[in-house]
């Protein structure tokens, strides 16, 4: 298996339960440079799936209440490396990406648009961390540069920065 990033996800957004909340990770496969998907095992291990044109995304979408659990019962999952990388959270429904087949040498996670009303998943309500994990280390942002919609804070105690803690933490309504 090699080396992996842990991850744990606990839920703390206070306007959905578990069983509401999905996980799609995207991502560039090192090897290839080619788009994938993250498929989770029943031990939590995420696998970079290279996308095809019948790759349907909400194959990759995960509740948080269907990930494995670890002994203080919250979301554990491994991630093996990845390139550029996003972390979706989205309540309710999980996000449908489409897949842009324009140059057929090389297919494309298409990222939801919140700003587009003609995008499937504008009334979604989600957000996204974005991240690298590669073997030069770990490069992790819980960005609200592009637009704000959930709490998303992350927390990484062997941060070689001294930035141990970062993103918006507190209830949306006050953040809003």
Request: hydrophobic letters at 35%; aromatic letters at 10%; one cysteine or more.
């Amino acid at each position: 298996m090699g080396k992996t990033m842990p991850i744990v996800i606990k839920n703390q957004v206070g306007i959905a339960d578990d069983a509401n909340v999905y996980v799609t990770i995207k991502a560039l496969e090192p090897a290839t440079g080619k788009d994938c998907f993250v498929k989770f095992d029943a031990t939590g291990l995420g696998t970079c799936v290279p996308v095809t044109l019948a790759t349907q995304s909400i194959n990759y979408a995960h509740k948080i209440s269907d990930l494995p659990k670890n002994a203080d019962n919250q979301a554990s999952i491994q991630l093996q490396q990845v390139d550029s990388g996003r972390i979706y959270f989205s309540i309710n429904y999980p996000i449908n990406f489409s897949i842009d087949s324009t140059n057929p040498n090389r297919l494309v996670i298409v990222d939801p648009d919140g700003f587009k009303m003609r995008d499937e998943n504008y009334y979604t309500l989600y957000d996204k961390v974005e991240f690298t994990y590669n073997g030069n280390g770990v490069w992790i942002n819980p960005t609200a540069v592009d637009f704000f919609s959930l709490p998303i804070q992350i927390s990484q105690a062997t941060s070689t920065s001294g930035v141990t803690n970062a993103g918006l933490h507190g209830s949306r309504a006050d953040i809003i």
